[in-house]
């Protein structure tokens, strides 16, 4: 259905297509250039920037008027070589929609945004409208968007599961605690539980929603609140299915991401990851490798430093040219009571880590999906297992076996562009310090 | 990328592709049908049904198995005009993959599901696999699909906004409270003032994502918790381009759903909604058509009574055969204080009531997008305006006009499907009394 309009409005990216046309065009005032002789409006709207020159009777009624002024201009779009997109509007007559007499807290306008990341954040409102940071947030949109569909496209269904649970089905100190009409709520640290009693009745779930944890960490790539991209998988063979879906999603979000956004990954100089093969090993042959070729024995250790990451992702660009490795078999002590043991081997498990680039970036498993072998596992390791009533209740009545991952949105946004803080791929980030805007 | 498995799996709709062959199918005991002479298993998997004949060995093989039991099944595929689908499976092979020794809480495998919608949401975990209850959250899914799709082929950006805020933007009395490390913290009602400040970014933006209400209400259309659908749209001309946008996004929404869907809205008996035209009235011209049907003067009245919407709902079927209706320029009293007030007649507002069958199914309007007018309506409203402060800023460097609404997706379903309480269509509902599971 088209949108009713007065007039057609015309976006400045299809300005090319209507040379020699009056077209009318709303924006915002990115900036005024003013050079004497001659002087520009530089409007900004969704799809980039436009050139209008400005009569001097135009100029007079933008006086006072300060950046990011709200117009509309209806004017004569004429070939400009030297203006964005080969084009620019003349014999302009500019209306203001909104007013703006206030100076910005920072320059957006100039081609370095200035303010420190405190001050950036502490203005995000404005901020956001810089516009390598509306590219950033474009491809973020576009990242979602590959996720669902290619979970959708093998079948996937898309679920929305409670934030609030009743129980503290966690470690009671990483979890937000809320008044829930006189009892005692918990925001969810993750859909986990809820996308496993699901595969009992879809099979193939994912959910994108928020996540919570109250952890006390003053880290450049940690948050108390995210968006979490969930997958689980019933009726898989072993673990190398859920490998197989995990990197599939990825390469689509990124392949698909980068074929709808040129722009933006050129603006932001995103240097696109190689997929290519990428290799699975075990924990004992990343430790073999990191002997062999670096000479220091890991085995006494239950899981990788920072160190060991960067080695074996070093050795996977080498051997097999990829920016991933699967690293599965990781010891059972370590990863989440549900994670399957290898029977053949229980003291090391089927949960895994995808490391890109020197850094883990995505953890997963094959989970426990017998009853019996799920509450023996649950009671070693001291758990209750009231908490967990529904949960437990969709395994007593067959959960087939199943495996999945859970990306960290914002986390996977920074790794891909190489920003120094996941603070700067977040909209509105959450930490201990900060809670608005 | 194509999972690896060791033998491909057929699903139960694919069976009459394979006739004659040899086929691996996984899924759960549904039903174990006795005659004597001869025996079935109808095994159901995502896809459906599928009729296996048991032989007396494999009989006993699952003796002491209770229906949920996870089971492969190797057989042949034979036609069986009596069969879902044309054909069944003989000669067969059953393995468990997962026993179920437990008689579930109440039967799913019956035509009709018995248990109180207490007892049944108790065992959601297990009750959600009743074919029905499955059907109806696949809709949901291609309902959510159909939303996300409009809106991105109208160049719309994906957000998603922080649900814990640092100041209570809203009444005190409805939010959730959270100990957020010594400070104060409260889940956000709505992302209403994000997707406005966003407007400034990306002039239009979704969101699909929870939104939380701690109103005290017992009632059979309100939850605690809910996934609402959120749009909002820079530059309009007025509030007739955000009604063509939310009556073109739903009838998307519902088509899309019914291609996709055949069998599941067969399934439910889904009475489709007919679109057509749907008037625009506004709310003094809903007035008079009920004193001129009815003989009852409502001009007195700043709201609908249930009695209101019904005869406005019954007036635009007679007259323009759709199930919808649009109710304009409510009062502005009765609505939140970021909506336009009618320039020519302040009292009255550009918020706007979608009805659908006689009763309200969505709210939205044209919002304030002068900071100026903003801040004065906030004073009058006797509002502070320190805990708006990020918001206002957005309107401070100049919002355009805009407007947008939110759907409570789970609502939506609810009416679509004509059932009697919200919770029959969410998935593990929260309400007053009601956390887990």
Redesign the interface.
């Given at each position: 259905?088209?949108?009713?309009?007065?007039k057609d409005?015309v976006l400045a990216a299809d300005l090319p297509a209507h040379k020699n046309e009056r077209v009318l065009v709303?924006g915002?005032?990115h900036a005024i250039r003013k050079f004497g002789a001659v002087n520009f409006l530089i409007l900004r709207?969704?799809s980039g920037m436009a050139q209008v020159i400005l009569e001097p009777d135009q100029m007079q009624r933008l006086e006072g008027m300060q950046a990011?002024?709200?117009v509309r201009v209806t004017g004569t779009v004429d070939e400009e070589e030297r203006a964005a997109h080969g084009v620019e509007v003349r014999n302009a007559d500019v209306e203001v929609?909104?007013?703006?007499t206030?100076v910005?807290p920072f320059e957006i306008n100039k081609r370095v945004l200035k303010p420190s990341l405190d001050v950036f954040l502490n203005?995000?409102?404005?901020g956001?409208?810089y516009p390598s940071?509306?590219a950033t947030?474009?491809l973020y949109?576009d990242l979602?968007?590959g996720f669902?569909e290619y979970l959708?496209a093998r079948?996937f269904?898309?679920?929305?599961?409670?934030?609030?649970?009743?129980?503290a089905t966690e470690s009671g100190a990483n979890v937000?605690?809320?008044?829930?009409?006189g009892?005692t709520?918990y925001?969810t640290q993750s859909p986990q539980l809820?996308k496993q009693?699901?595969v009992?009745?879809?099979?193939?779930v994912y959910e994108?929603?928020?996540a919570?944890r109250?952890e006390?960490h003053y880290t450049a790539r940690h948050l108390?609140?995210f968006?979490s991209l969930d997958a689980e998988m019933g009726?898989?063979?072993?673990v190398?299915?859920v490998l197989?879906?995990l990197?599939?999603v990825l390469?689509h979000m990124v392949t698909a991401m980068a074929e709808r956004r040129p722009a933006d990954l050129e603006a932001l100089k995103v240097r696109l990851p190689v997929f290519g093969d990428v290799p699975r090993i075990s924990f004992r042959e990343a430790q073999q490798i990191i002997l062999d070729e670096h000479g220091e024995s890991r085995f006494h250790e239950p899981d990788f430093s920072p160190q060991d990451e960067r080695w074996v992702s070093q050795w996977a660009l080498r051997e097999h040219g990829t920016d991933f490795c699967f690293v599965t078999h990781f010891p059972t002590v370590k990863r989440a009571f549900y994670t399957m043991p290898d029977p053949e081997d229980p003291e090391h498990s089927f949960g895994f880590d995808l490391l890109f680039r020197g850094q883990e970036l995505v953890s997963g498993a094959q989970r426990i999906?017998?009853?019996a072998q799920l509450v023996e596992t649950m009671q070693n390791r001291g758990m209750s297992l009231e908490p967990f009533?529904?949960?437990l209740?969709?395994f007593?009545?067959?959960?087939?076996?199943h495996g999945g991952f859970a990306i960290g949105?914002e986390r996977l946004l920074m790794r891909l562009l190489e920003a120094d803080n996941i603070r700067e791929t977040t909209?509105?980030?959450?930490d201990?310090n900060r809670?608005?805007?």
């Open positions: 259905m088209a949108l009713t309009r007065t409005r709303e915002w005032v709207d969704r990011e002024t709200v929609l909104t007013p703006v206030d910005l203005h995000a409102p404005v956001l409208r940071k509306q947030f474009r949109s979602l968007r669902g959708r079948d269904t898309e679920i929305h599961t409670p934030k609030i649970f009743g129980s937000f605690v809320l008044d829930y009409f009892k709520g925001l809820y009693i699901m009992g009745v879809f099979e193939r994108i929603g928020p919570f109250a006390e108390n609140e968006n009726f898989i063979d072993g190398d299915q197989d879906l990197i599939g390469e999906h017998n009853h009533e529904g949960y209740e969709a007593k009545f067959g959960l087939p076996p949105s909209l509105f980030p959450r201990v809670l608005i805007p």
